[in-house]
């Protein structure tokens, strides 16, 4: 199969997705795809200025297009999910992802934790949510949302566990569609993550922390310990579960 035909199939995939969505305008419709083909033939970095280098609009009308609050990404990305993920088990997948970034002019620029440095970075984060296709071993991105900085989360009144499970909760019609179950890393193993995910009938799928503290309920008589009083024994690591 040439690169032509599968650009031309690549385009028909999105055109079909979009036209699934209701409202679209023929000036969206025609400057969407413009976009959608120059993600696929722009070698190098994609930003603003790219696509007005390279598309058939202006730089501005890229940007105008980008900011369409109303254009409902995750039925888009549903659309095309529902017609290749066939299988009948299905899960959510969330990470977040650093994404290195200088300036100062960039919404919520600030300092987020990079797997791969293992420290804390100054840049961008996104938050990815994936369909897991779990008899077919795929998976493809239903959305993501960009992180906000601890200024603007302060200014919320929340921390960052907040505004993940928020989120979430946000859009659990779309997602719950798809799949009640939830999976994600380590750092999501958390009971303010945990408890209102599953208040609003999401299965959250993790692990512990290597450093996890866990504590079990005792079978002593109560004493005057506090611990024991509380109906808990001392604490556990997880290497001595394992």
Known sequence: ??????????????LSALKSIANIHKPFEKTFMDAMKLFMAIPDRINFLQLGRYGCFSEQTYRNLFEHETFDWFAFNGSIISKYL???RKAIAIDPSYIPKSGRKTPWIGYFWSGCAGEYKRGL??????????????????GSIQTPDCKTLDNMGKNLVDWYSNYLISRKDKIQSISRTVVADAFFSKETFITPMCEND??????????????????????????I?????????LPNWI
Do not use: W
Not at 204 to 220: A, H, Q
Not at 229 to 237: D, I
């Open 86 to 88: 066939t299988g009948k």
């Open 125 to 142: 984060e996104i938050m990815g949510i994936g369909v897991i296709d779990i008899d077919n071993h795929e998976c493809m991105t239903l």
């Open 202 to 227: 999401f299965h959250v799928i993790s692990r512990f922390r290597n450093d996890v503290i866990l504590y079990y309920p005792t079978l002593e008589r109560k004493q005057e310990n506090v611990a």
């Open 1 to 14: 199969m040439t690169k032509e035909t599968l650009l031309m199939q690549y385009q028909s995939e999105c």
């Open 229 to 237: 009083q509380s109906g808990l024994t001392a604490k556990s690591t």
